[in-house]
């Protein structure tokens, strides 16, 4: 998840305890600005994984194959 994942920025990691989960719910459900960045970084995130970009990505490794 880390490598996906970035803490504050497009998703919030916590230890794996109810404890914790619950205090980032918390944070998600009464911090409006907190979810709205949380939410904008993760739709960014996101699209870098969509077909098109793997798709965009492939394309160009397989003419820098073609090329050499």
Known sequence: IPDIL?????????APTATELARALERVVTDASLRKRLSRNAIARAKQFSLQEWEKRWLSFVDSLESR
């Open 6 to 14: 970035s803490h504050e920025k497009n998703g919030l990691l916590v």
